[in-house]
T-cell receptor, first 112, second 112 residues
């Protein structure tokens, strides 16, 4: 079946612009996660959704970051007024069972 | 608060064995393992839910010692395809929800 998909795969933006990253989870997966991974680094948890609600937003690095999920399916991560330190690969994952996550291919964000 | 992995890196020849350890200062209720190949998304390997549980498929297995708050991943007779970065993860309780958190990763390189 279809896995997790993310778009765009690559995004180059100028400092100060807003960007939207999209994630399509595996159909039927109730939980959806966003992570950030800088070059050669581990997985930095940003936010997760159970259904359409986000129980914990404390992982978001600043108030420039926001995320939403609609219809228990697609999610968008929005970064406002991008900064160079936002450059990273943004990974989305979905799961039906806690701990068993299936990752999308990621969006590589470059802020110039 | 993230799990601590050791070693940071392992270099092997094909056919050799390796052990990757994951420990936590907080109580572990479950441990999950992922492998990430260069330029790709992490792939779920297995999850251990009970202390003392051992799992495995092919020649990769893992154990979970709940009392010692640690887990180990065993790679037997390593193959070239085992190369990648291995992450252990768990869920930390946070304000009534469970936040996924991962170790920094162990880089495994298998040479012919």
């Amino acid at each position: 079946g279809a896995g997790v998909s993310q778009s765009p795969s690559n995004k180059v933006t100028e400092k100060g612009k807003d960007v939207e990253l999209r994630c399509d989870p595996i159909s039927g997966h109730t939980a959806l996660y966003w992570y950030r991974q800088s070059l050669g680094q581990g997985l930095e948890f940003l936010i997760y959704f159970q259904g359409n609600s986000a129980p914990d937003k404390s992982g978001l690095p600043s108030d420039r970051f926001s995320a939403e999920r609609t219809g228990g399916s697609v999610s968008t991560l929005t970064i406002q007024r991008t900064q160079q330190e936002d450059s990273a690969v943004y990974l989305c994952a979905s799961s039906l069972v806690m701990g068993e996550q299936y990752f999308g291919p990621g969006t590589r964000l470059t802020v110039t | 608060q993230q799990p601590v992995q050791s070693p940071q890196a392992v270099i092997l020849r094909e056919g050799e064995d390796a052990v990757i350890n994951c420990s936590s200062s907080k109580a572990l209720y479950s441990v999950h393992w992922y492998r990430q190949k260069h330029g790709e998304a992490p792939v779920f390997l297995m999850i251990l839910l009970k202390g003392g549980e051992q799992k495995g498929h092919d020649k990769i297995s893992a154990s979970f010692n709940e009392k010692k708050q640690q887990s180990s991943l065993y790679l037997t007779a390593s193959q070239l395809s085992y190369s990648g970065t291995y992450f252990c993860g768990t869920e930390l309780s946070s304000g009534g929800s469970y936040i996924p958190t991962f170790g920094r990763g162990t880089s495994l390189i298998v040479h012919p």
